[in-house]
């Protein structure tokens, strides 16, 4: 196996893992809404019913892009330098959350709290360590188990992709 492929079964198992974590986060939101609401429509759509949707966006949309580079990172770990699957994974599981969080708080941070510098509230309080700390409050259970998946998946697919190779090798 080369570099470019450890790479690309990274990068692709990430995708698909960030994407789980992202629908794991929303289901749990609209699951909190709906017991608070009792409405099942305003659980499914919550996220047209927040005003800062668009730090939400761009922190997925944030978390997606580190999970590709991170993802990449991880499939060279596991597959090349043959690290260990289940720490690689949570590893980078929980570096994709921080950064990909990080992203989406410095966008409301960048359009509204730099206004409120010197202001009577702390915009780093508001914008970076409350964000921060309850998307790692409800996410690092996730994100371990995720993480694992991720791990075990990559290394199972290049053990796949090396048995193939041999095989055709051997023609």
């Known amino acids: 196996m080369d570099t470019n492929t450890a790479k690309h079964i990274g990068q692709q198992l990430a995708m698909k893992s960030a994407g789980v974590g992202l629908l794991i986060a929303y289901v749990f ?5 709906y017991s608070w609401d009792q409405k099942l429509v305003h659980a499914i759509f919550w996220i047209f019913d927040v005003e800062f ?3 939400l966006l761009i922190g997925a949309i944030g978390l ?3 999970a590709y580079f991170f993802g990449r990172q991880a499939g060279v770990e ?7 699957e289940n720490f690689t994974g949570i590893k980078y599981g929980v570096l994709t959350l921080v950064t990909g969080t990080l992203l989406g708080c410095s966008v409301g941070f960048f359009l509204e709290g730099l206004d409120d510098i ?5 915009p780093f309080y508001d914008y970076y360590f409350k964000p921060l700390y309850w998307v790692m409050m409800f996410g690092i259970i996730p994100v371990i188990i995720v993480g694992m998946i991720f791990g075990k998946q990559i290394k199972r697919k290049g053990k796949k992709f090396d048995e193939q190779n041999a095989n055709v090798n051997e023609r």
Do not use: D, E, P
């Open 29 to 33: 939101f609209g699951w909190v809404i």
């Open 118 to 122: 010197g202001g009577m509230s702390n």
């Open 78 to 84: 596991i597959l090349m330098k043959r690290r260990n």
């Open 53 to 55: 949707w668009y730090h």
């Open 64 to 66: 997606l892009t580190m």
